[in-house]
């Protein structure tokens, strides 16, 4: 791999999900000291964080900008890591849209979960660490990638009886690890093995 494939690996990407004009309401400064600010979510391991933006730059929520690392940045002046509580009103509630949109955008990346997904322990599974999925749906599942890996979501609903959406699936095992830190296994997000 050359310098420049592994620098472009390690550029990571956000999706803002609350874009504050005004900047933040506990920020006790000033309102002319305070820049643009907001939330924003990594579209590749679902990490938060808060966001400072450029003075001179409009976004909208939904905009993708660079969070790390720092030269690579646009618009972004300064980003931290947070916690789901930490989060806007507003950003809490288009987290489940714009994770929904991740999920769909990268459809092969997650269709390949399934595919993929491996034994935990002797007694459970990573595809049991999806809502609604019990014995029956995993072994269904686990039967017929042996016959053929899935190609879509629309082929794994076809295949495999009584799993329906799912891609929503994923969506609600992102959003309740995302909520709940102290789950015991993260399957989708954090999961960069190098992360500070």
């Known amino acids: 791999m050359s310098e420049a494939d592994s620098d472009e690996t390690d550029v990571r990407r956000a999706v803002v999900l609350d874009y504050l004009a ?14 643009p600010a907001g939330y924003a979510i990594d579209v590749d391991h679902f990490e938060l964080y808060q966001v400072a933006f450029d003075e ?37 509630s288009e ?32 595809l049991n660490l999806l809502p609604g999925i019990g014995k029956k749906l995993r072994n269904g599942i ?16 076809e295949r495999v009886s009584g799993l329906h959406d799912p891609d929503e699936i994923l969506v609600e095992r992102i959003l309740e690890e995302l909520r709940d830190d102290d789950l015991k296994y993260q399957t989708f997000v954090g999961r960069d093995e190098d992360r500070s």
């Open 95 to 126: 987290l489940e849209y714009v994770v929904q949109d991740v999920v769909e955008e990268d459809e092969e990346r997650f269709v390949d979960f399934y595919n993929e997904a491996q034994p935990i322990t002797l007694r459970l599974h990573q």
């Open 22 to 35: 005004h900047g933040l309401s506990d920020d006790g400064r000033p309102q002319y000291e305070k820049s």
């Open 142 to 157: 686990l039967d017929e990638r042996k016959r053929k890996p899935f190609e879509s979501f629309d082929e794994l609903s």
């Open 56 to 92: 001179d730059e409009r976004l909208t929520i939904g905009s993708t900008v660079v969070v790390e690392p720092p030269e690579e940045r646009d618009v972004v002046t300064q980003c931290r890591r947070v916690e789901y509580e930490d989060l806007s009103s507003g950003s809490k």
